[in-house]
């Protein structure tokens, strides 16, 4: 089981939009893809934002790092 949840790191990426706003995330899917993302450039040799803790998987560290906020998800338009 993934922790945290879909749930939870939809409500952190989307915690400073406003009402009446679009959300930065609206579906599952865009979870998905921005950490699959993250876990790649990891992979590639990017540097994790976070300590890795014990032989953490990229994906993992990825979700870690949406979850605590140092990772941001932005639009093709920004």
């Known amino acids: 089981m993934l922790h945290p949840s879909y749930t939870d790191l ?3 990426v989307n915690a400073g939009v406003e009402a009446g706003e679009e959300p930065v995330v609206s579906s ?9 993302k993250r876990a790649r450039q990891i992979i ?6 976070i300590d890795e803790g014990s032989g953490k998987k ?3 560290v990825a979700v870690d790092e949406l979850y605590e906020g140092k990772v941001k998800i932005i639009n093709d338009e920004e």
């Open 44 to 49: 590639g040799g990017d540097e994790p934002l």
């Open 58 to 60: 990229p994906l993992s």
């Open 28 to 36: 599952r899917y865009s979870i998905v893809m921005a950490t699959s």
């Open 10 to 12: 939809m409500q952190v």
